[in-house]
């Protein structure tokens, strides 16, 4: 990941969690600085390659703790509970530090089409000035406001079958390949480029 940003849809159980959690691993084993948002903490319940996301980094429930000294440097998986504030607090910090890389679980919690977070609105448009890869994860397109897949330099789609989301993803990477979502098997993902304007060939990034 390059300053990039993506997007992973999909229905429940197709494999999107599973792809996220490896792209983001190999970001952070490589040294790079990882915030992982996860408000339903299901990453963590049963990784699917053994190993937890961010191994041997704090989990944090409360914007107090974001602010601990001691996390300056660390990467940080961020369980905002009921609280939505402990998740803007963090895409404030992650926009002000710059340089790293934010994982959104369920990212429609903060990018619906009523009240999408600004600051997070912020890193979709002006994070690759900052440095910033975002990798956001949400299992109904349709759901999120258009700036993150009109901004996204990949999408990632696992098996789709509602018709509202399959016209959504239509609009932004063809008819064609849209409905090739339907029919993917499980954990296949079809991997659309803006930089190709075309499906990735060997569905890898």
């Keep these: 990941m390059q300053n990039r940003i993506i997007f992973i849809t999909g229905r429940k159980g197709s494999g999107k969690t599973a792809f996220a959690t490896s792209l983001v691993n190999r970001q952070y084993l490589s040294g ?3 915030f ?6 299901s990453m963590f319940e049963a990784p699917p390659s053994g190993t937890p996301v961010l191994p041997g980094s704090p989990t944090i429930t409360t914007t107090a703790e974001l602010l601990d000294p001691a996390f ?9 509970g009921v609280d939505p504030s402990v998740a803007e607090s963090c895409f404030q910090y992650v926009f002000a530090c710059g340089n790293m ?3 959104v679980d369920e990212v429609d919690l903060w ?3 009523t009240r999408p977070s600004e600051t997070l609105l912020s890193i979709i448009r002006y994070g690759r000035h900052r440095q910033i890869d975002l990798c956001a994860i949400s299992q109904r397109p349709a759901n999120v406001v ?3 897949t009109a901004q996204a330099d990949f999408i990632v789609m696992f098996q789709s079958t ?3 989301d399959v016209e959504y993803l239509a609009a932004r990477i063809g008819r064609d390949s849209a409905e090739m979502v339907r029919n993917l098997p499980q954990f ?3 991997i659309y480029s803006a930089y190709t304007g075309g499906v990735v060939k060997g569905g890898t990034l």
């Design 188 to 190: 296949k993902p079809l």
């Design 101 to 103: 890389v934010l994982l």
């Design 162 to 164: 509602e018709n509202r």
């Design 111 to 113: 990018l619906s089409h």
């Design 36 to 41: 992982a948002i996860n408000p339903t903490n």
């Design 72 to 80: 300056d440097t660390r990467s940080l998986v961020i369980i905002p």
């Design 32 to 34: 790079r600085r990882v």
């Design 146 to 148: 258009r700036d993150l």
